[in-house]
C-alpha cells in the first residue's frame, strides 16, 4: 500500500508566513506527526504533496524517504492535489491511503485497522470496497461534512455543512479526512471532479458521489477517539491537537511504568526515553532527544532539554539542565542551571543557585551554594564552596581552568583563568587566586585584616 500526505495548503487561518503544516506541535512539526503515524502503521512508500514555501518542508524531511509532489495551484483543493501526484499511484493495482498533513492525532492503529477492516469485508462479505474512509461521531458536528449512508449502509456521498439540507445536518457522523481508495477507481473517477462553483477548487471528497453512482461500495470505518477526525486550522485547533498527544506520550509513558505527577502540568516531546520507575513532579518540562535514567527523580518545575540523566539521578526542584550530561545518583539543584556540554560524574553534588557552563564535573565533587564554574574541569573529590566564581572570560576570549582531586576552594574565592590549582591543594575563603597552586598547597589571597580601635563607633554615629 502506498501512502499520499496532502501538505500544500496555505493555512490562511493561521495568520502565518509559516506552511501550517509546519507549526510545532512539541517541538515537532504538525505534519511529522503524520508522517510517522503512516510508518508505525507498516506503510513505507509514502509521498507528500507539497506547494506553499514547498523548500521548508522538503528541507526537514529530506532524509526520511519519502517522495515530493507539487502541487501548482496554490488553490486547486484537495482533488487538484492527488492528481498532482498522479505519477506516484496510477499505475498502482492496489490501495493508495489518502491523508491531510494537518491530521496529527490520527493513530496508527486507526490506520492498521482500517486497513485490517478493509481486508476483512472483501474476505467475509466478498465485496471489494472502492473505498474506506476514516469517520467519527460527535455530540455537536457544526462545521464538519456529514458522511451521508443508504439504508444498506454504504456511503452515498459527503456532504458539507454549507451544502447540507436540514436533515443531513442532523446526521452526527463526520468525515475524518483519511481516505483508503482502490487506485484502479479512484483513477477511474478523479478526472470527473468538478469545480466547485464556490471556491472553484477541485474536491477528493466528490470522488465518494462518484463512485457511489457507478456502483462501487464504500463504507467508513469509526475511529476509537473522536478527536482522530479533527483536523487543525487555526491556532486554537492547534493548541487542542497539541494538548492531546501530549496526554498521549504521558500515558504511554505512565503505562511503561513512570511515574508522572498531575499530567495536566507536565510537558514531555515524543523523542524523550524514560528509562523505567522515574518520577516526575508537577510543571516538568522536558525537550529534544533527553533520556532519564532509572529511576530517575525530576523535580516540581525542573527544565531538561536535549540531556542525559542517569540512573538515580535526582534534579532538584525548578533546575535547568541544557545540553548536559548527568550521570548515576548525582544530585542537581534546587534552582540549579546546567548548559552548554558540561558532564556531571557520578554522585557529584550541584546544590542551590550553581551554575554550570562548559565543564567536566568529577565524581563525589561538592559544588553546593551560589557559585559560578564555567569551562573548568573539577577532578573527584573536589569541594567548591558558597559564591566561588570560576572567571573565565577575559573580555576577548574564553580561558580554561582545572581543578584537582580533593582539592578545596574556599568560600567567595575568585579563580582567574587559565589557572591550574593542583590535587589535594586548599584555597583559603575569599581569595583573588590568578597563579597556578600546586599539589598540596595552601594559598591565601586576600588583603590582610586591619582593625581600627572605636572607628566602628564614630561611623555608627554619623
Not at 530517575?296 to 540512573?311: L, R
Not at 575563603?429 to 566602628?456: T, Y
Request: with cysteine; net charge neutral; hydrophobic share 40%.
Amino acid at each position: 500500500m502506498k501512502a499520499l500526505i496532502l501538505a500544500a495548503g496555505l493555512g490562511t487561518r493561521f495568520k502565518s508566513q509559516k506552511p501550517k503544516v509546519m507549526h510545532p506541535i512539541l517541538g515537532k512539526p504538525m505534519v511529522w506527526y503524520v508522517v510517522k503515524t503512516l510508518k508505525d502503521a507498516g506503510i513505507r512508500d509514502i509521498g507528500m504533496v507539497v506547494g506553499y514555501c514547498k523548500e521548508q518542508v522538503m528541507e526537514y524531511f529530506k532524509d526520511e524517504g519519502l517522495r515530493f509532489f507539487e502541487q501548482k495551484n496554490p488553490k486547486g483543493g484537495t482533488a487538484d492535489a492527488v492528481l498532482s501526484a498522479i505519477d506516484f499511484w496510477r499505475a498502482d493495482d492496489g490501495q493508495l491511503l489518502v491523508i491531510n498533513g494537518d491530521a496529527p492525532m490520527v493513530k496508527a492503529e486507526t490506520i492498521r485497522q482500517m486497513i485490517r477492516f478493509m481486508h476483512m469485508v472483501e474476505e467475509y462479505e466478498g465485496v471489494k470496497l472502492a473505498c474506506t474512509l476514516l469517520s467519527a461521531f460527535l455530540p455537536d458536528p457544526t462545521g464538519y461534512g456529514r458522511v451521508v449512508k443508504d439504508q444498506e449502509g454504504y456511503v452515498m456521498k459527503i456532504v458539507e455543512e454549507k451544502d447540507a439540507t436540514f436533515e443531513e445536518k442532523k446526521i452526527n457522523e463526520i468525515n475524518g479526512g483519511v481516505y483508503i481508495f482502490d487506485c484502479a477507481k479512484l483513477l477511474e473517477t478523479i478526472f470527473q471532479v468538478k469545480h466547485s462553483p464556490v471556491s472553484g477548487e477541485l474536491y477528493l471528497t466528490q470522488v465518494i458521489d462518484l463512485m457511489y453512482q457507478k456502483g462501487y461500495k464504500i463504507r467508513s470505518f469509526m475511529a476509537e477517539e473522536p478527536v482522530e477526525a479533527m483536523g487543525v486550522n487555526d491556532r486554537w485547533e492547534l493548541a487542542i491537537a497539541e494538548n492531546v498527544l501530549r496526554l498521549r506520550i504521558l500515558q504511554r509513558l505512565a503505562k511503561e511504568g513512570n511515574t508522572i505527577h498531575q499530567p495536566e502540568t507536565v510537558y514531555i516531546e515524543p523523542d524523550v526515553i524514560l528509562e523505567g520507575d522515574v518520577e516526575i513532579e508537577p510543571s516538568v518540562t522536558i525537550k529534544g532527544s533527553s533520556r532519564i535514567g532509572k529511576g530517575a527523580k525530576i523535580g516540581k518545575g525542573a527544565y531538561i532539554e536535549s540531556s542525559q540523566i542517569g540512573e538515580g539521578a535526582v534534579v532538584e526542584p525548578y533546575s535547568v539542565i541544557k545540553n548536559s550530561t548527568v550521570e548515576g545518583y548525582a544530585s542537581i539543584g534546587p534552582f540549579a542551571y546546567l548548559r552548554d556540554g558540561t558532564t556531571i560524574k557520578s554522585s557529584a553534588q550541584i546544590g542551590c543557585f550553581v551554575e554550570v557552563k562548559s565543564s567536566y564535573i568529577g565524581e563525589g565533587v561538592k559544588a553546593k551554594h551560589l557559585a559560578y564554574i564555567g569551562d573548568a574541569t573539577i577532578e573527584e573529590g573536589a569541594n567548591i564552596g558558597a559564591g566561588v566564581v570560576f572567571a573565565n572570560f577575559d573580555g576577548k576570549k574564553k580561558h580554561k581552568s582545572f581543578v584537582g582531586k580533593y582539592a578545596f576552594i574556599g568560600s567567595n574565592s575568585l579563580l582567574i583563568a587559565p589557572i591550574k590549582v593542583g590535587d589535594y591543594a586548599y584555597i583559603a575563603g575569599g581569595s583573588v587566586i590568578n597563579k597556578d597552586v600546586p599539589e598540596g598547597d595552601l594559598a591565601i589571597a586576600r588583603a590582610r585584616q586591619r582593625l581600627l580601635k572605636g572607628k566602628g563607633f564614630e561611623k555608627l554615629k554619623d
